[in-house]
């Protein structure tokens, strides 16, 4: 573990790589793939990258280059001689293939594959994702070693997905299923303090009384009309406290301003 | 159009762009990465990608090489000055960006994104997603054009995703979600026969019949349990009929062999 970056200490494998999966990398051929895919697996939280009989050999200054500083992936990166070898220890394995197989074996989307490697890290167990070189992909004996299929869906007519692609798919299921409860909307509401309906309805109030006196709404029969869809207009904004004060300071320049013009 | 790959020509952008979202890369830095990208959204059925003045100009001979002849992508990317020009055409826009924006808007997973963007295409509508140069993503002033921030879930310690891979998610979500209602596992049981239950009770009555032979069942007390267990095994297998025969065969041989031990 010698030279692990050490901001990034409280991802070390020792901790993490018990309850998340392995990606095992089957004869890849170029070190920038090797490089793009650890970023991406850091860019997702995963750590544990398993090459068997990388082309080029290990380890690669080009898979380096293109890791884009993911030290922690590429330093504990471990190799093996074969696939057998690379999943010894894993109880959960599926293997990444686009082309169907003749094989009678499950094939399931990344998305159903990653929820059933979730509940089985979760209570314990080692799962790990396989993929095949660049050129052919997996071989029949590799898939025959998995559990299931795993297959991303593609433009059936151009499914030649670049390696790093189809590792971040993985890592992307990954996080986003972990991060699944999370309210996006909710931090937008944190963050800023939405203006309650009093403080809308005040400003609404201000509003009117300058459209009132600018003539805007004289017509009687449309009033009433015309005052809902501009409250719906700004009730549907979801303003906040700052930008309904923003506004108010609005209106009350404009109507000082109309006045000014009447008075020209 | 010249020189587009007509076995692609069912994609053509008159009839593919209507309806599916345009990627628009906002000063991108790379050829390779755009040329990447452009693979990720053939790979994924997107085709329309349009460049806001691309850093070393356009055509660029780095992203056709990366593009892995994606060429129908790469001919018919159109390029713009500014980023108010690439989207006017647009009524609605999602601007990608990891780091959170002092802006008051609605930010959203790309799940929910591309979710919006399906039901909004599907009535006609025209929906595009921007990305950011490589090194500082969007500035404040493309964000503020867009609709709503569509943010990718990403390790808070390791952020930086490639353009590309950012692309792809987009691609990955819309070309997920039109599959969504395609159930994986139907296509293995179209495949293969599966084996009926009376198909599997008959090889577990032989099974059991040539197991009762041996001796391996003579403890009447655990009799019904190891019966059971051996049945669930086999149920759990969801073996095709051919499997049932192959192993009819097995069991065949086996008690045969066993047998002929027994003789010498």
Redesign the interface.
């Known amino acids: 573990m010698a030279g692990t970056n050490s901001?990034?200490n409280?991802?070390t494998p020792s901790k993490k790589n018990k309850k998340t999966p392995s990606i095992i990398l089957i004869e890849p051929q170029l070190g920038v793939n090797i490089g793009?895919a650890a970023?991406?697996m850091?860019?997702?939280?995963l750590t544990d990258l398993r090459l068997v009989s990388p082309r080029d050999g290990w380890p690669n200054d080009e898979a380096i280059a293109a890791s884009?500083d993911?030290s922690i992936v590429i330093e504990n990166t471990r190799v093996y001689q074969t696939t057998h070898d690379a999943i010894a220890d894993l109880e959960l394995v599926f293997a990444t293939t686009a082309r169907?197989r003749d094989m009678?074996?499950?094939?399931?989307?990344?998305?159903?594959a990653i929820s059933e490697v979730s509940s089985f890290v979760k209570t314990g167990g080692k799962a790990g994702v396989l993929f095949g070189r660049e050129s052919k992909g997996l071989k029949n004996n590799d898939v025959a070693l998995a559990d299931a299929i795993l297959?991303?869906?593609?433009?059936p007519?151009?499914?030649?997905?670049?390696l790093?692609?189809a590792v971040?798919?993985i890592g992307?299921e990954w996080?986003?299923q972990?991060?699944k409860g999370?309210n996006?909307?909710k931090?937008?509401i944190k963050?800023?303090q939405p203006a309650n309906k009093q403080n809308l309805t005040q400003m609404l109030n201000h509003l009117e009384q300058e459209l009132d006196k600018s003539g805007f709404l004289r017509n009687q029969e449309k009033r009433p009309s015309m005052l809902r869809n501009l409250q719906n207009m700004f009730v549907r904004a979801q303003l906040?406290e700052q930008?309904v004060r923003t506004f108010r300071g609005v209106i009350k320049a404009l109507a000082s301003s109309n006045k000014n013009y009447k008075k020209n």
Chains 1, 2 share one sequence.
């Open positions: 901001t990034l409280h991802l793009m970023r991406a850091l860019n997702c939280n884009a993911a169907s009678v074996k499950r094939t399931i989307s990344p998305g159903a297959s991303i869906p593609l433009n007519s151009f499914s030649s997905l670049n790093a692609q971040y798919t992307y996080i986003s972990k991060k999370i996006y909307k931090d937008f963050k800023f906040t930008e």
